[in-house]
Nanobody, 127 residues
Framework: QVQLVESGGGLVQAGGSLRLSCAASGRTFSSYTMGWFRQAPGKEREFVAVISKSGGITNYADSVKGRFTISRDNAKNTVYLQMNTLNPEDTAVYLC????????????????????WGQGTQVTVSS
């Protein structure tokens, strides 16, 4: 069992930055691919970013590429999402998730492969 707790959300003006954190407890953190997803009101949950178990591979949704950076610290059991140049379309609840399966290009963006989820943290970007 893995427990995930996100933090760092809030209200920010367009063009601003936020850094989200996701602290994990439970089983070995480094055994999990970690992803960030987001869900806006009335919309489906969408993939944002992913980082492999060792941290050596990252991938991003096209909508955030060049603006967001995912990283992890396996010694601290924490994954981060640095979000820069935010715009109102980034407003959503951001959730981190853990996938204990193999990292590959097919599954990392698909939420059904992630076994554990946090409760989410709200990010609101004002124009």
């Amino acid at each position: 069992q893995v427990q995930l707790v996100e933090s760092g959300g809030g209200l920010v003006q367009a063009g601003g930055s936020l850094r989200l954190s996701c602290a994990a407890s439970g089983r070995t953190f480094s055994s999990y691919t970690m992803g960030w997803f987001r869900q806006a009101p009335g919309k489906e949950r969408e993939f944002v970013a992913v980082i492999s178990k060792s941290g050596g591979i990252t991938n991003y949704a096209d909508s955030v590429k060049g603006r967001f950076t995912i990283s992890r610290d396996n010694a601290k059991n924490t994954v981060y999402l640095q979000m820069n140049t935010l715009n109102p379309e980034d407003t959503a609840v951001y959730l981190c998730a853990a996938d204990g399966g193999p990292y590959n290009n097919y599954r990392y963006s698909r939420s059904q492969y992630y076994e554990y989820w946090g409760q989410g943290t709200q990010v609101t970007v004002s124009s």
